[in-house]
Each structure stands twice: as C-alpha cells, then as structure tokens.
C-alpha cells in the first residue's frame, strides 16, 4: 500500500512540474495576438497567507471579453487602477502577459 502512495505522490509531483514548465514555455513562445476587447471584470484576488502583510502581495486581475472568449490577466497594482470596466479597444498579448491595450 505504501508503494502505491509513493507512486502516487510521484506522479503528481511530476504532473506540477510538467504544466509549471508548459506554461512558463508556453508564455515565451506563444504568438503575439492581436484581438478587439472590452474590459468586462477586474478585481484583486484574496489570498490567505501565513506571511506578514508585509511580504503578501495580492494578485490582481483584469478580465477582456473579445467575441468569442473570455481572458484573464494578472497585472500590477499601476495598471489595475488604469484599466476601466467597458472600456473597449485593441488588446494585443502573448501568452499570458498583455502587451498593450489601446
């Protein structure tokens, strides 16, 4: 029984890494798209720490409506306060980091 929890918990910690790798590859060698959007939700996510304030660092998210999907970003705290819900333009990203939004 104990092999098969090793087993287990091998797979799994190899499956973590596997999509960790991915996506980090995945983000610089995606093509750059270009897409009109609209900002549809933004919000700051919650995360519960063990760590002082200090050192939390709170993720925040700006959410595009384009025709036919939905896409999310993390972005910084600066252009958080930037972005504005239904304001629309030209989103240009790559992967999983925005380019411009003009």
């Known amino acids: 029984m104990n092999n098969v929890i090793n087993v287990i918990s091998i797979v799994l910690f190899l499956l973590c890494w596997f999509f960790i790798i991915k996506k980090l590859i995945w983000g610089k060698t ?4 270009t897409v009109k959007a609209e900002v549809v939700d933004k919000y700051k996510a919650n995360v519960i720490s063990k760590y002082p304030e200090t050192l939390k660092k709170d993720p925040y998210i700006v959410v595009f409506g384009t025709k036919d999907k939905k896409i999310s970003f993390y972005v910084s ?9 239904k304001e629309k333009g030209t989103l240009k990203y790559k992967g999983n980091q925005i380019i411009s939004f003009k």
């Open 77 to 85: 705290e600066f252009s958080y306060r930037n972005y504005k819900i």
């Open 30 to 33: 995606a093509p750059v798209k």
